[in-house]
Structures are given as C-alpha cells and as structure tokens.
C-alpha cells in the first residue's frame, strides 16, 4: 500500500520552498543527513519524511516553521485515515468532516499560489478519507528510519520525536484491530521505545528510561515477536551496563535474553554475550573469553540479511567495536590491531560511534601506561560532541585506571574537569 496522497501535497510545498531558494536536493540531503535521493521521494510523495527530518529541512529552506507545521498536520491527518474501526467499518460523518477541514488546512499551508497539479493532488487526498487501513511496512519504514538516524543524531536529538510517534502507535493499538495489525503495532511500539529508552539513558535521564524499557518489554512480548523479546532484554542490560547498575541487575536481564533465545543466533544474542563478557571481565578472564567466544560464534551463525538492527551499524565494524572493547576489558594484546579495523570500518557519519571508540582506544593506552598519548587522545575526543552517559562511564574508567603519579598530569585534570557535571 502506498502513502497518502497527502504526502505529495507536503513534497510539492517542498519542492517549491528549495527552488525558491535555488537550492538543490544534495543541499537539503546534506542539511537532512540523508541521501539525496530519498529528498526526491520526498519531495513526490513517494516517501514520508521523518519529523526531525522535516524540522532539518524547515530550518535549511528558511521556513519558520512552516513545514514542521505541515508536516504535523499531514501525519494527524493520514494517521487518522489509517486508523480502524473494531469491525472494519468507515469512519463516522465527524472523522470525515475532520478529514476535510485538515485536507484545507493542508492547501493553505502549501502556500497561497499552488500549481494545478498540486492542487488536483490535495483534492484527490480529500477524496481518500474512507482509505482506512494501517500501513504496517510503513511504520516499519518509520522505525528503521529512525534507527539510521539514531547513531548519526546528537544524544538526546531525537526523544522529542520518538516519544511523538510512540503516542501515535499507542493510540492506533487502542482502537481494537486485527490480531496480525495489533501484533505488528506491538513490535513497531517495542523498538520504537527501546531507541527511546537508550536516548534516555544517554542523557542521564535514568528514571524515565526504566519505565520506557518496562514498556518496551512489554510490548515485545505481547507481539509474540521471540527474537523482539530477546533483544529488548539484550539491549536494556547493556544499557544498564554503561550507566554503573549493580552487575546483578544487568546479569539478571542478560541471563533471561539468553534463555528466551534458547540457543537461536540472533542481534539480541549477541548482546547478550557482550554483556556477559564485560561483567565477567571484572575479575573473571577464563570467563569473559568463553563469552566473547560465544559471540563471535553467534555473529558466524546469524542467517543471511540477519546482521542488522537499523540502530547500529551491525555487519564487520560492529563486530570490530566490540571485540575491540572487550580485547580492552579482559587486557588483550590484539586490541590495538581490532581497533584499527573497526575505525577503518565506521564512515564519518556516525561520529558518536566513532568517539566512544576512540574513548576505549584511550582507555587501553593507559592500561598499557602509555600515559602521554592516551590522556591526550581521550582530553581531544571530549572536547568535541556531547557528553553522553556512556563516554562519561569510558572517561572515568581512564581516571581510575591512572596510576597515582600520573593522577597530577594537566590532561589528567583536564579530563576530570571535563566529565565533571556543570
């Protein structure tokens, strides 16, 4: 099923704001951090925007928010099409009316001169008002969309959004849909939450990320989705990990991730030795290589096109990363060259991904009392992004690991001031 007309209403607005401004679609791909040709989609109708997307676009054309605007009306709008009856039947003459009054809305925010073509395409929009099927490979498109953004995107850039979207889902599982619909709407909720909750957990927001993660277990499970469920579990006790909760806690969700698998290569597994491996390291080297030999092993058996999660860059330099951070944690010469390989693998657009390596790059370095360089290779890393719970949790890894003649040096103090909360 394809999108709403209305979507080429938003796309021909658009396009007449970018020409206006003599710009071409590489100048708002650039401004949107995406590839200029899902602009062109955009920009046709073809594909539906993003909300932080459309906020990137709005301020590169100028608009004052006048596509964000547009663009909110148009999600409401289709999103109220979409949604279903319990038994199937049209919306009410009230939904309908609605529809209108939005459909006008829309027209007069593309502008007050609008091409004929548009304008037949916003009348034709209106005409769609009884087309109310959810489009589930939509939201998935949605999902995956903002999980490429995610580790491109600043912490804490897309909560706003995320949490606009999961009310949006919230609202169309209330309407009492088809078990199949339901079921997809579940999964497309748990993902959605689970990038939430990270986001939080990023940004120190701790609390509020505990009861997003609840939400997202819950989800996953009553969609039925396995694997969803072994991932959500996964993907909270590395959470949890990276923001210093007690290792029984992160152990107790680790361990059910991997009895829910029940021995099937899959993402979540995966994580679930990761963290394994790392709780093990404290202390525990016989064990924390069994779990690292378990991931590797899992990585090998994962079935083809099965190497991905959109909010990590899964394939060879995920893989790299990890065993980069685990070679570090357990005190394993081969850290240096994995390190090399997986920064050779990530493209310069996921720089948060990036710098958390280079972080553990630093942490290595000291551990080998390599002071020098790896102070000042950790002090240049923090002086550029935002601080995120994660760097913060590395960084003062590097402090501690700082034998006690080092703990004066000016990078050392400089360090400290820079993890330091203002």
Not at 143 to 159: I, K, S
Not at 376 to 399: C, D
Request: with cysteine.
């Amino acid at each position: 099923m394809g999108l709403d007309p209305v979507w080429g209403v938003f796309g021909g607005a658009m396009r007449r704001h970018r020409e206006r401004r003599g710009l071409r679609v590489r100048d708002i791909g650039d401004a949107a951090h995406v590839h200029f040709s899902l602009v062109s989609r955009w920009e046709g109708g073809i594909n539906r925007p993003t909300a932080s997307a459309a906020r990137l676009v709005d301020e590169c054309l100028g608009c004052d928010g006048e596509l964000i605007a547009m663009h909110a009306d148009t999600v409401a709008s289709e999103r109220r099409r979409k949604g279903t009856t319990p038994d199937g039947s049209p919306i009410d003459d009230e939904g309908d009316e609605m529809e209108r009054r939005t459909a006008i809305q829309l027209i007069a925010t593309a502008g007050a001169v609008i091409p004929l073509a548009d304008l037949e395409q916003s009348l034709t929009a209106m005409d769609h008002i009884l087309d109310t099927r959810i489009d589930l490979d939509d939201w998935e498109r949605t999902v995956h969309e903002y999980g490429y953004q995610f580790v491109r995107r600043p912490v804490g850039a897309l909560a706003a959004d995320l949490t606009a979207e999961i009310t949006a889902v919230s609202h169309l599982l209330n309407q009492g849909n088809a078990p199949r619909i339901q079921a997809g709407l579940l999964r497309v909720a748990a993902e959605l939450s689970s990038l939430l909750a990270t986001d939080l957990h990023d940004s120190g927001q701790a609390r509020v990320a505990r009861h997003v993660w609840r939400a997202a277990r819950r989800s996953a499970d009553a969609s039925g989705d396995q694997e969803l469920s072994v991932y959500v579990r996964a993907k909270e006790a590395d959470d949890l990990w990276w923001a210093g909760s007690s290792p029984h806690a992160v152990r107790e969700l680790a361990d059910q991730a991997v009895h829910r698998a029940g021995g099937t290569p899959s993402y979540g597994i995966l994580r679930a030795h990761i963290v394994r491996c790392r709780l093990a390291a404290d202390g525990h080297g016989g064990e924390a290589r069994t779990a690292l030999r378990a991931f590797s092993e899992t990585f090998e058996r994962l079935p083809p096109g099965g190497h991905g999660r959109p909010e990590d860059a899964l394939g060879e330099a995920w893989l790299h990363w990890h065993e980069a951070h685990l070679l570090t944690m357990i005190g394993d010469d081969q850290a240096q060259d994995v390190f090399d390989q997986a920064l050779a693998r990530y493209s310069a657009d996921t720089p948060g991904t990036v710098s958390l390596l280079q972080l553990i790059r630093a942490l290595d370095l000291v551990r080998r009392r390599e002071i020098d360089d790896g102070l000042t290779h950790a002090v240049t890393t923090l002086q550029t992004g935002a601080m995120s719970t994660a760097r913060r949790f590395v960084a003062n890894k590097i402090t501690k690991a700082l034998p006690q003649q080092a703990r004066t040096h000016p990078h050392a103090t400089e360090l400290r001031r820079l993890i330091t909360p203002a």
